[in-house]
T-cell receptor
Framework: DAGVIQSPRHEVTEMGQEVTLRCKPISGHDYLFWYRQTMMRGLELLIYFNNNVPIDDSGMPEDRFSAKMPNASFSTLKIQPSEPRDSAVYFC??????????????????FGPGTRLTVL | KNQVEQSPQSLIILEGKNCTLQCNYTVSPFSNLRWYKQDTGRGPVSLTIMTFSENTKSNGRYTATLDADTKQSSLHITASQLSDSASYICVVREKGFQKLVFGTGTRLLVSP
């Protein structure tokens, strides 16, 4: 498996524009997570899905952020309109369900390479 | 409030030297603790996982310890190499939840 795939790797946009980040989780994983990472706050969970259903979106900063998972192999994180303070690295991660993993990989989340977003 | 604190924030050591990174947490009830390594420009990768009953676990030159009573963990790196330069993030999972609590990380620079 190629691991978690994210696109684009880098995105530069102007304030007010719509931004869409994409993620393909590892095949067979039940959970998908979206994180944001900044120097000041580290990694923050934005939202996570279980079997394509959003479970907890309490980390989504405001209504400008939305996430979807139309099927088991694809998810998007959309920011509309974007603002300079949204500049960060956005990570997608996936994991197996708890009762299907052996001890050695217990709930490990596998991260993608991230998308570096710069909003001017 | 569930929190994970790491120290030091940053560290510079000479190649070949050892170092120890610290992690204190308040997450309860506790499920497990992971140390992740994050290279520049990449996503975090798990190094070790510690559960409540484990005190020490090694992964090559990396040794993690856990004291569940004091809610402290450490990551010891032996005979450091230039490739160890990265951020090391302590991550704790609350029992019964999928969400993880992340520390802000320690940035390690191994100098030649």
């Amino acid at each position: 498996d190629a691991g978690v795939i994210q696109s684009p790797r880098h995105e530069v946009t102007e304030m007010g524009q719509e931004v869409t980040l994409r993620c393909k989780p590892i095949s067979g994983h039940d959970y998908l997570f979206w994180y944001r990472q900044t120097m000041m706050r580290g990694l923050e969970l934005l939202i996570y899905f279980n079997n394509n259903v959003p479970i907890d979106d309490s980390g989504m900063p405001e209504d400008r952020f939305s996430a979807k998972m139309p099927n088991a192999s694809f998810s998007t994180l959309k920011i509309q309109p974007s603002e300079p303070r949204d500049s960060a690295v956005y990570f997608c991660a996936s994991s197996l369900a708890l009762d299907r993993v052996d001890y050695s990989s217990y709930n490990e989340q596998f991260f993608g390479p991230g998308t570096r977003l710069t909003v001017l | 409030k569930n929190q994970v604190e790491q120290s030091p924030q940053s560290l510079i050591i000479l190649e070949g030297k050892n170092c120890t990174l610290q992690c204190n947490y308040t997450v309860s009830p506790f499920s497990n603790l992971r140390w992740y390594k994050q290279d520049t420009g990449r996503g975090p990768v798990s190094l070790t996982i510690m559960t409540f009953s484990e005190n020490t676990k090694s992964n090559g030159r990396y040794t993690a310890t856990l004291d569940a009573d004091t809610k402290q963990s450490s990551l010891h790196i032996t005979a450091s190499q230039l490739s160890d330069s990265a951020s090391y993030i302590c991550v704790v999972r609350e029992k019964g939840f999928q969400k993880l609590v992340f520390g802000t990380g320690t940035r390690l620079l191994v100098s030649p």
